[in-house]
C-alpha cells in the first residue's frame, strides 16, 4: 500500500492525529524540516517513520519523504490536520487502479478554513495553468497520489513553495493523465507557514511565478 509523505515543520499540535488516522496499510514518512516542537518524536511515537530534512522548504520536504518511500505509489499531504488521512483511498485509488498517473485532491473548504487571500491566489493559479495545459483542475491541493518511479522520473528541481505546480507542468509535458477528485478541508491546527499569512501566500506565489515564467508559454 501507498507511502504517505508528510512534510512537517512544527506540527507538534496536529501530527499524533494525522498519522493515527492513516487508513491500514498507509505508511506514514513524517519529514521534519527543522522543527523546533516535538513534532518528531510525537510523530515517531505514532508510528510514524521520520525524515530530517534541515534545509527548509516544502519542496525540500517533499524531495526527502520521496527518498526515503519504497513503495510503488506515494501520496503527499499537509501534516497540519486541514485533511483527513482516511481520504486517501479515495484519492490513491485511481492510481492503484491504473485509471490515472497523478491525482489531486481538490480541496471543499468548510467556512472559515481557507483564507481569502489564499483562496484567490489558488483560484487564478488554477486559471493559468488550465490556459497553459488544458487540465481543469479546480485546485492545485497539497493531497495527492503518484507513481514513486514516474515522480523520480519528472526530474523535479523546485524545492520551495514551487513544488506542487511543478509537478503538474512536468507531469501535463510528459503525457500524464491527471485528474482530481474533491475532498473536505477543515481549519488546521496552529498557524499555516504558507496561507496563514499574505507575507507567506506571496512567497509562495512568487516561486510559482518564476516556475511559469520558465515554463515559457
Known amino acids: 500500500?501507498?507511502?504517505?509523505?508528510?512534510?512537517?515543520?512544527?506540527?507538534?499540535?496536529a501530527v499524533a492525529w494525522v498519522v493515527g488516522r492513516m487508513p491500514p496499510g498507509y505508511r506514514a514518512i513524517v519529514v521534519d524540516n527543522g522543527s523546533t516542537d516535538d513534532t518528531a518524536s510525537l510523530a515517531a511515537a505514532a508510528g510514524a517513520t521520520v525524515v530530517h530534512e534541515p534545509v527548509r522548504?516544502?519542496?525540500?520536504?517533499?524531495?526527502?519523504?520521496l527518498q526515503a518511500a519504497t513503495d510503488d505509489v506515494v501520496c503527499f499531504m499537509d501534516c497540519d490536520a486541514s485533511l483527513?488521512?482516511?481520504t486517501l483511498p479515495l484519492v490513491a485509488g485511481y492510481v492503484l487502479?491504473?485509471?490515472?498517473?497523478?491525482?489531486?485532491?481538490?480541496?471543499?473548504?468548510?467556512?472559515g478554513a481557507w483564507p481569502a487571500h489564499a483562496r484567490l491566489a489558488n483560484r487564478v493559479l488554477a486559471l493559468e495553468v488550465r490556459r497553459r495545459t488544458g487540465l481543469r483542475l479546480p485546485d492545485l491541493g497539497p493531497m495527492r497520489a503518484v507513481g514513486?518511479?514516474?515522480?523520480?522520473?519528472?526530474?523535479?528541481?523546485?524545492?520551495?513553495?514551487?513544488?506542487?505546480?511543478?509537478?503538474?507542468?512536468?507531469?501535463r509535458r510528459a503525457g500524464w493523465a491527471v485528474r482530481s477528485v474533491p475532498v473536505e478541508?477543515?481549519?488546521?491546527?496552529?498557524?499555516?507557514?504558507?496561507?496563514?499569512?499574505?507575507?507567506?501566500?506571496?512567497?509562495?506565489?512568487?516561486?510559482?511565478?518564476?516556475?511559469?515564467?520558465?515554463?515559457?508559454?
Open 84 to 86: 483527513d488521512p482516511m
Open 57 to 65: 522548504g516544502f519542496g525540500s520536504a517533499c524531495w526527502a519523504g
Open 148 to 171: 514513486r518511479e514516474q515522480l523520480l522520473a519528472l526530474g523535479m528541481t523546485d524545492r520551495r513553495s514551487g513544488w506542487p505546480l511543478e509537478m503538474v507542468l512536468r507531469a
Open 97 to 111: 487502479r491504473g485509471e490515472a498517473d497523478l491525482v489531486i485532491g481538490a480541496r471543499i473548504a468548510v467556512r
Open 1 to 13: 500500500m501507498p507511502d504517505v509523505i508528510l512534510p512537517a515543520l512544527d506540527e507538534a499540535a
Open 185 to 217: 478541508y477543515t481549519e488546521r491546527e496552529g498557524r499555516s507557514k504558507v496561507t496563514g499569512t499574505v507575507r507567506g501566500t506571496v512567497r509562495a506565489v512568487g516561486d510559482m511565478g518564476r516556475l511559469l515564467r520558465e515554463d515559457g508559454h
